[in-house]
Antibody
């Protein structure tokens, strides 16, 4: 069974930094493309970032480019999102999601999310 | 960036009814289109990809159609567990894979 468990979400001040983690199990993590998708309170879904299984391909949404860094550890079966220069508009539940096989752009399996609140 | 517009924002239906949800992309995305279901307090669940292919384990009452800029999700006979928010996503011009703003299906 595919399992994705996010952690690291907390209350942080504007301008601060945070690192989210996602522990993966139940599938071959190193072969899988992964995404971060976020959802502001009461709002819709926003794709944030993508990383290929071998880490050779990385993409970011314009809204986070230059501030967020996606990475992965294929030995620890973990996905990360380093978030710097945080803004109030980054407040959201952040979901880790594995892409559909053969369709990098389609998140198929999702974790339950971790809440990041940016506020003073 | 391609903009995806969903309609209606809210759909009021009864169990057993047929529900039709629509999405329009601001430019053609071919059949690179997906639908997700999200219940309160839960993560989204992939329903449809490739505009019309059901994801693993999705009941046959869910069907998707369309191509280019117009897409439809049909739930043939609503069950109580289908009341949720539905999001569509284009991935024809990815990244980013832009989502619609959601349609709430309520009783």
């Amino acid at each position: 069974e595919v399992q994705l468990v996010e952690s690291g979400g907390v209350l942080v001040q504007p301008g601060g930094s945070l690192r989210l983690s996602c522990a993966a199990s139940g599938f071959t993590f190193s072969d899988s493309s992964m995404n971060w998708v976020r959802q502001a309170p009461g709002k819709g879904l926003e794709w944030v970032s993508y990383i290929s299984g071998g880490r050779s391909i990385i993409y970011y949404a314009d809204s986070v480019k230059g501030r967020f860094t996606i990475s992965r550890d294929n030995v620890k079966n973990s996905l990360y999102l380093q978030m710097n220069s945080l803004r109030a508009e980054d407040t959201a539940v952040y979901y880790c999601a594995r892409s559909q096989v053969g369709l990098a752009a389609v998140p198929m399996y999702w974790g339950q999310g971790t809440l990041v609140t940016v506020s003073s | 960036e391609i903009v995806v517009t969903q309609s209606p924002a809210t759909l009021s239906v009864s169990p057993g009814d047929r529900a039709t949800l629509s999405c329009r992309a601001s430019q053609s995305v071919s059949s690179n289109f997906a639908w997700y279901q999200q219940k309160p307090g839960q993560a989204p669940r992939l329903l449809i990809y490739g505009a019309s292919t059901r994801a693993t384990g999705i009941p046959a009452r869910f069907s998707g159609s369309g191509s280019g800029t117009e897409f439809t999700l049909t739930i043939s006979s609503l069950q109580s567990e289908d009341f949720a928010v539905y999001y569509c996503q284009q991935y024809g011009n990815w990244p980013p894979g832009t989502f619609g703003q959601g349609t709430k299906v309520e009783i």
